[in-house]
């Protein structure tokens, strides 16, 4: 029975108390306390040989006459030199130098780089109307010229920067630009539609509202002069939880849909809620074959754009449009969420991540200043010259690499669930063997509410994790609700690798002509404590396709793939892997309101009855990737390869 929403509604607020239990508890133990003290970031040392002046404010004129505005940092040298661009929406000033990321654009400069870091199309000093993506590819095109240009310069120039200002290398690097030689994109997606604001058709809630809010609507606001709007904004985003209930989205108040709207590019994510044309017209996975330089990609294994930046490294491996591209892709793979990049003693990530240690700590400034030194100097430093993945093991607190992704020697190991059927905590309480199932099994089955959705505990959202669903935590309340089903391994014999995508097939039926699926990879220690490694969801109308989603038939099984997203651990002897089955991970992801109505458009909801099977017809499965025994790794990070 459809329940009408006939005005704005909102999801009951739910709440879970997890347990930050150890990383070593889980079986990621490490230690140490790092060598950056919290509050001392950035380090002082390191400074390279040149002095360097400061110009503010710098014009460059794009194609349509709309002038931007950079800080340029001019080594004294006579020297001609590389530049380093970075092209920002969250302000040049900031240069993306906290929480405990990058080094200053003065201590890349004073390597002896002019570095130039420019606010985009409508944001900080810049000219022009803000829009999510829309001026990037010429905007980027325009601006590397320019910059190649600036006098002093030896033509060649280098792009760095994490999440939008990763996107915006992308998007110059498919439009081409004659001088633009490397890019360093971290934690940055594939595709903005899949991965960025949508994942398996399921819109990434936690991620998208706030940013929207306290961050991109909130700049442009306050680039346009409506300081009024920009204060609001600050305010709705540092109070974001109490929005995040409210439906439908076409009318989220926060982002004024009504006249003026002063967000519509949000308005528009929403209405596009498939792979439409809107979406293709930016996509960096349809577009490979034009990126013509070499990459050095950086993720984290809980970050937001995980499974895209792993997509970008083996997609320009297998499709770059130059040798040079194909042969120079570096993927980076650490212990970390999308803001917490390590940095023992930062306080910006989970406790499980944060006790890593410093081994876990990000390279990103030795290796890419390395990097820049190879493609922008010519140094012959060993940074590149053929795939390399370098990926941190879980669990163990190693590093270790390998020649590509997925990894050559990846053992796809199929788990299949199993269990004794019903809705009772018994029933609930299912197997995962690698045998295939051939008695007869009776189904589990459980209710779905959109208006009490399972609760999120960790993941992959965005963007701290003090602010949203990000990182390992303990999955013990979750998992005692009766619309989360698990199921479980014995104990293994011994030390496992898993290292890469992980894929869950789902036989079901709902009985609703739409909802959701979500599954949980969980590690789980011998005294029942449990990790989660990552995650995935589908929509049931997208089981096909992400262009173009159908309905489902109440109560006709149906086969779905979910994609979890990338992880690597060491599950040592003893302990057990599981996978949660579920329909919902709020605020992870939106609810599915179960009633197949357009996305986003009232705020009707409709209770689901879901069946999940796990007999001979209906073999749902887990598919893991296992690593076979050998190399142990380092516990230091590879610069050189």
């Known amino acids: 029975m459809t329940r009408n929403g006939r005005g704005p509604g909102r999801i009951a607020r739910v709440g879970v108390v997890v347990s930050a239990v150890a990383l070593v508890a889980a079986g990621c133990g490490g230690g140490g306390s790092g060598e950056v003290e919290a509050g001392s970031w950035p380090p002082g040392g390191g400074r390279g040989a040149c002095a360097v002046d400061k110009q503010e404010n710098v014009p460059a004129a794009m194609r349509d006459g709309v002038v931007l505005k950079a800080d340029v940092y001019r080594p004294k040298t006579s020297e001609s030199v590389p530049v380093i661009l970075m092209r920002t929406q969250y302000g040049k000033a900031a240069a993306q130098i906290q929480p405990f990321r990058y080094r200053t654009p003065e201590w890349f400069a004073s390597q002896c780089y002019l570095v130039v870091v420019q606010d985009i199309r409508g944001q900080g000093q810049s000219g022009g109307t803000f829009t999510e993506f829309g001026n990037d590819m010429n905007d980027g095109y325009d601006s590397v010229e320019w910059a190649a240009a600036l006098p002093g310069t030896n033509g060649k120039v280098g792009m760095y920067g994490s999440s939008y200002v990763g996107a915006t290398q992308w998007l110059a690097a498919v439009a081409a630009p004659p001088h633009l030689t490397t890019i360093v994109p971290a934690n940055t997606v594939s595709d903005y539609y899949d991965g960025w604001n949508y994942e398996g058709g399921a819109f990434r809630l936690a991620f998208v509202e706030p940013w929207a809010m306290e961050t991109i609507g909130a700049g442009a606001a306050v680039n346009r002069g409506d300081t009024g709007t920009a204060k609001q904004l600050a305010a709705d985003g540092a109070d974001f939880t109490r929005w995040l209930g409210f439906r439908p989205y076409q009318q989220f108040p926060p982002l004024h849909p009504g006249d003026p709207v002063v967000a519509p590019w949000f308005y528009d994510w929403v209405s596009h809620s498939t792979r439409d044309d809107y979406w293709k017209q930016w996509s960096i996975r349809d577009r490979y074959a034009k990126v013509t330089v070499p990459v050095l990609n950086f993720e984290g294994w809980y970050d937001a754009f995980l499974a895209g930046g792993v997509e970008n490294f083996a997609g320009m491996v297998a499709g ?224 096909d396709s992400l262009e173009h989603p159908s309905p489902i038939v109440p109560g006709q099984p149906y086969r779905y793939s979910i994609d979890i997203w990338p992880t690597s651990y060491l599950v040592k002897a003893g302990y057990k892997i599981r996978v949660e089955v579920s329909s919902s991970d709020f605020p992870q992801f939106a609810p599915n309101p179960n009633t197949g109505d357009p996305f986003g458009q009232n705020a009707n909801t409709q209770i689901a009855a879901q069946t999940i099977y796990h007999d001979a017809e209906h073999p749902s499965a887990l598919v893991l990737p296992i690593i076979p025994a050998g190399d142990a790794g380092s516990a230091r990070f590879p610069m050189e390869h």
Not at 363 to 381: C, Q, R, S, T, Y
Not at 451 to 457: D, F, M
Request: with cysteine; glycine share 12%; proline share 9%.
């Open 320 to 543: 770059g449009g130059s040798p040079e591209a194909r042969a120079g892709q570096r993927l980076v793979l650490g212990p970390w969420d999308h803001l917490g990049w390590g940095r023992s003693g930062s306080g910006i990530t989970t406790p499980m991540l944060a006790a890593a240690g410093a081994a876990g700590d990000s390279p990103i400034n030795e290796l890419m200043l390395a990097w820049f030194d190879h493609f922008l100097k010519g140094k012959d430093n060993k940074v590149s010259g053929q795939p390399v993945v370098d990926y941190f093991l879980m669990g163990a607190n190693r590093w270790k690499s390998a020649s590509a992704w997925p990894l050559p020697d990846t053992r796809w190991t199929t788990y299949y669930l199993s269990g004794k059927g019903g809705a009772t905590a018994l029933g609930r309480a299912g197997a995962l063997s690698t045998e295939t199932p051939k008695d007869p099994q009776e189904p589990d089955r459980y209710l779905y509410d959109p208006l009490n959705p399972v609760p999120s505990a960790g993941g992959h959202s965005c963007c701290g994790a003090s602010s949203g669903p990000q990182g390992p935590v303990d999955q013990f309340v979750v998992e005692q609700r009766s619309d989360v089903l698990t199921y479980t391994t014995p104990p293994m014999s011994s030390d496992t690798e898993i290292t890469g995508p992980v894929r869950m097939t789902l036989w079901a039926a709902s009985s609703a002509p739409d909802t959701d699926f979500t599954a949980k990879l969980v590690a789980v220690a011998p005294d029942g404590s449990t990790m989660n490694l990552n995650n995935g969801v589908i929509r049931a109308a997208f089981r």
